[in-house]
């Protein structure tokens, strides 16, 4: 649901769906992003949370990241 507030007068709304793909994937890995603790990111497929901050650090070499699972 939303709600549209500051409205005055009659409005209209029209809304249109097309078809898609939902995905609950997180953005995927930046070697140039710093990440902190409990970020995650997609990286070949697979979902990774940081433990610690880190710059730099390929989420499939280990630390300072954790598998949480495939990308679905």
Known sequence: SYTFTALNGAHSLSVSFEPGSSSTCPANWDTGSVYTT???????????????????????AGDPWKLIGACS
């Open 38 to 60: 409990g970020n995650k990111v997609t990286y070949n497929g697979n979902i990774y949370e940081a433990k610690w901050w880190n710059n730099g650090n390929v989420p499939s």
